[in-house]
């Protein structure tokens, strides 16, 4: 039984975690999950104005009114960002907009966050969507890409070796629904 449960465990990992970026399509909305991460912001930013979002509008989850600098540094107006401020983890971004969607009245959205954050995004986003039935697309930022000549120096490399780990460690969790008992 352990062994069938670490096979099933290992082949999603490794599924979940070689899954691309979608291609981007026309939305109602942009979600911006965990809105601290510049990268994810910018990538948000050039979807909007390439006119990706019907509505103009992009949901920053959670919005931080400490760093909103950041947020318009990065290419977004005010009039662009639906905030979003109760999110204390990717659950509850997914929880909170996509109940702000239903409010809304909208129907689509691309979901942005990046490489390492992807599949547990997409897990989660996917089963709380099991009830609202939205069309998403998930898209991370064009630099983090595979393949990309992006350039990362020794301490980024190792800080982003760092994030993966503990990327896989939520991921884990999530699959075995601990989000529910833990601010995952």
């Given at each position: 039984m352990i062994l069938l449960l670490s096979i099933y465990l290992i082949v999603s990992l490794v599924v979940d975690y070689t899954r691309i970026?979608?291609?981007p399509q026309k939305s109602d909305v942009i979600i911006i999950v965990e809105g601290g991460f510049p990268e994810r912001v910018r990538q948000a930013a050039k979807l909007l104005k390439e006119g990706y979002?019907?509505?103009?509008?992009?949901?920053?989850?959670?919005?931080?009114e400490e760093?909103?600098?950041?947020?318009?540094?990065?290419?977004?107006?005010?009039?662009?960002i639906i905030p979003e401020y109760e999110a204390t983890s990717t659950y509850y971004n997914a929880v909170n907009t996509l109940t702000m969607m239903k409010e809304l009245d909208y129907q689509s959205a691309i979901i942005v966050t990046d490489e390492c954050h992807m599949p547990?995004?997409?897990?989660?986003?996917?089963r709380v969507n099991f009830q609202y039935k939205f069309d998403?697309?998930?898209i991370f930022p064009e630099f983090s890409k595979r393949g990309?000549?992006?350039?990362?120096?020794?301490?980024e490399k190792t800080s982003r070796k760092e994030i993966l780990r503990e990327e896989i460690k939520k991921y884990l969790g999530y699959k075995f629904f601990l989000y529910r008992y833990l601010d995952l």
């Open positions: 970026s979608d291609t979002s019907t509505s103009g509008k992009a949901i920053m989850s959670p919005y931080i760093i909103e600098s950041m947020y318009f540094e990065s290419g977004l107006e005010e009039k662009d547990r995004t997409r897990m989660i986003f996917e998403l697309i998930y990309s000549n992006n350039i990362l120096e020794k301490d």
